[in-house]
């Protein structure tokens, strides 16, 4: 027996939750979800572009957590019964660690900077970018139905190790960070 990717269930504008509720695809929890999987797609694009090394260990692990993430996401808190991971305050302590950790050999942050200096550290800018935008919706999702907060906790941090990445890519390529200068 052969798998089909399509199911035709989603045709006309709907589409289930685990636990079976159907819900318009514009419903904020797929677009919480949605963006963590656009998330997850940059993060990608960031470790493949590193190649080898402890970075691409890292990316690894939190492509699998923001896996984690959008299981929960897609999860109906009142309907489903099915057990999905969890987060655990140790994925952010990873995120944390990874973060000091950069920041030692990193100069000290004395202006703003302009996303760029290097095409992988634009791509650590984009994911940034996107991961603030699914803690917003995230946070919002969270007024209206349950949303375990390690979760915005965690993308909340996340959005952090991306940009200290992104500054620690420019150094490791030997590029420089382009500060911003406010015309005043």
């Known amino acids: 027996m052969t ?26 929890r797929i677009e919480s ?4 999987d656009e998330l997850n797609s940059y993060i990608g694009l960031v470790k493949d572009s590193l190649g080898k ?7 690894q ?17 009142e309907k489903s019964n099915m057990k999905v991971p969890d987060l655990h305050t140790s994925d952010i302590e990873l995120l944390e660690n990874a973060i000091d950790l950069m920041n030692e050999s990193l100069p000290e942050l004395r202006n703003f900077v302009l996303p760029g200096g290097h095409i992988t ?14 803690e917003r919706l995230v946070v919002h999702l969270g007024v209206e139905s349950e949303v375990p ?5 965690y993308l909340n941090r996340l959005s952090d190790y991306l940009f200290v990445l992104s500054r620690k890519i420019v150094l490791d390529n030997n590029a420089e960070e382009i500060p911003w200068k406010p015309r005043i």
């Open 53 to 59: 090394g402890k970075d691409v260990e890292v990316l």
């Open 61 to 77: 692990e939190i492509q699998d957590r923001l896996f984690t993430i959008g299981s929960v996401l897609a999860s109906d808190p």
């Open 149 to 153: 907060e390690i979760i915005g906790v």
């Open 33 to 36: 979800y949605g963006t963590v």
């Open 121 to 134: 550290a634009s791509y650590c800018h984009v994911a940034r970018c996107v991961c603030r935008r699914a």
């Open 3 to 28: 798998f089909k990717i399509y199911t035709k269930t989603g045709d006309k504008g709907e589409t289930s939750l685990i636990g079976g509720v159907r819900v318009p695809k514009f419903h904020l």
